[in-house]
């Protein structure tokens, strides 16, 4: 996949004075760092047919799927360089590296989970070679979450047309890690822990690994769920923030202050307060937003949107 020089895009003061307008920004001193007033927003790679599920590899670079494609590219923030690392994803969707340093891949066309592992230029073996697969009667897995811990995995399963549920269910699924890497394949170590959304897309943990947030794409709004110590749900889920007035949200990801950034589909991240009440700011990506993963530093917000990987320095 040709890939093209980073260029930056300095957006427009009327469009930021409207962004600013719509998405008041605001934020307490006790939750989290001020949100900036601007952004510059970078296209990294583009000319990709559909991009998705944004990673944090272990070595600092960023991986994301291209679904149409079947594809997983990576992209290495030290060279600017862009390689193809898979052409053979599963039609992957969602991805997130397990602290063990496994790619834990929702192949939402094959419709199952995939753990890969990235191997090296003398391994002798394919790149992102499969070590254990989680099959089921899934819709197509979407999006992924994964204890810091990194013994537990969650991941969502919304029906997006030519499905499998045996039941209709669209749910959310929980999948124990340690079960998961002891066999090729494993035997179904997963469990569906949530049965009563609409459309469950985008996920994310807080800090603390106590909540689970739950993207309802069909419903327009955010819930929060309680998890134990042990990652398993622990009471009702609660709505978090209704985005009626926006759209269908997507893919999220929380920051270490326990801001939610959350993909607005076509149009861009909406970034929340820790608890939920606040809209602190909005970054206008632009068409087919659909992700988002912070690099390394912690501060840069790795986005999918517009066929590209695009990048924005968030404080």
Do not use: W
């Amino acid at each position: 996949m040709p890939s093209r020089p980073v260029h930056s895009c300095r957006l427009p003061i009327a469009l930021l004075l409207l962004a600013a307008a719509v998405f008041p920004a605001s934020v307490r001193a006790d939750e989290a760092p001020p949100t900036p007033d601007t952004f510059e927003i970078e296209t990294l790679t583009d000319g990709y047919a559909f991009t998705e599920g944004p990673a944090l590899a272990p070595d600092g670079s960023i991986y994301f799927s291209d679904i149409p494609r079947r594809s997983i590219h990576r992209f290495d923030p030290a060279t600017g360089e862009t390689a193809l690392i898979t052409d053979n994803s599963g039609g992957s969707n969602g991805l997130m590296f397990t602290p063990d340093g496994n790619l834990f891949v929702c192949e939402d066309r094959d419709q199952r989970i995939s753990l890969r592992k990235p191997s090296g230029p003398d391994d002798g073996l394919p790149p992102l070679s499969v070590a254990a697969v989680v099959r089921g009667a899934f819709n197509g897995p979407n999006d992924v979450a994964i204890s810091k811990a990194g013994h537990v995995a969650y991941f969502t399963d919304p029906d997006y047309g030519n499905r499998n549920s045996a039941d209709g269910v669209e749910g959310v699924y929980l999948v124990d890690l340690r079960i998961a890497t002891r066999s090729i394949p494993a035997q179904h170590p997963h469990t569906r822990i949530i049965d009563d959304l609409q459309r469950p897309n985008g996920i994310g943990l807080s800090p603390d690994d106590r909540t689970l947030y739950v993207a309802d794409n069909a419903a327009r709004k955010l819930f929060a769920y309680p998890l134990d110590e042990d990652g398993q749900r622990d009471g009702d889920g609660q709505l978090f923030h209704d985005l009626a007035d926006l759209g269908g949200p997507d893919g999220m990801t929380v920051d270490a202050h326990g801001r939610l950034f959350v993909a607005i589909y076509d149009q861009g991240i909406l970034i929340l307060s820790p608890d939920g009440e606040e809209r602190l700011g909005f970054i206008p990506t632009g068409a087919q937003t659909t992700n988002c993963t912070f690099g390394a530093d912690g501060i840069t917000l790795y986005v999918t949107a517009d066929h590209a990987l695009k990048r924005v320095v968030v404080e």
